[in-house]
């Protein structure tokens, strides 16, 4: 499987982005994934988990009701919808997926990376 993520760019400060992580390979359906971000000098955090059916979510206290996940497993793509954007929100945006049957809020509970793309909210 390999991951591609998109829909980076420059926003100002409450403005909107929609990431997303397409897919190569058939096992995309079968496990949860997540996006994780990392902000310059600062380690690589989790932002959100989708399970593999979409049912279930799970969001970091500091984009909760804020951003919100979502997949179309017929497109082998997940999304990260982010509103009300913040300059805190800057950094490099990654899509991963699970390596077990549930969200993990953890880098190494996440087997499979994709490259990751800029996300830069101005002030």
């Known amino acids: 499987v390999q991951l591609q993520a998109s829909g980076g760019g420059l926003v100002q400060a409450g403005g909107s982005l929609r990431l997303s992580c397409a897919a190569s390979?058939?096992?995309?359906?079968?496990?949860?994934m997540g996006w994780f971000r990392q902000a310059p000098g600062k380690e690589r955090e989790f932002v959100a988990g989708?399970?593999?059916?979409?049912?279930?979510?799970n969001y970091a206290d500091s984009v909760k009701g804020r951003f919100t996940i979502s997949r179309d497993n017929a497109k082998n793509t997940v999304y990260l919808q982010m509103n009300s954007l913040k300059p805190e929100d800057t950094a490099v945006y990654y899509c991963?997926?699970?390596?077990?049957?549930?969200?993990?809020?953890?880098?190494?509970?996440?087997?499979?990376w994709g490259q990751g793309t800029l996300v830069t909210v101005s002030s």
């Open positions: 991963a997926r699970s390596s077990g049957s549930y969200i993990g809020r953890y880098q190494a509970e996440y087997n499979v």
């Open positions: 390979g058939r096992t995309f359906s079968s496990y949860p």
């Open positions: 989708i399970s593999w059916g979409g049912a279930t979510t």
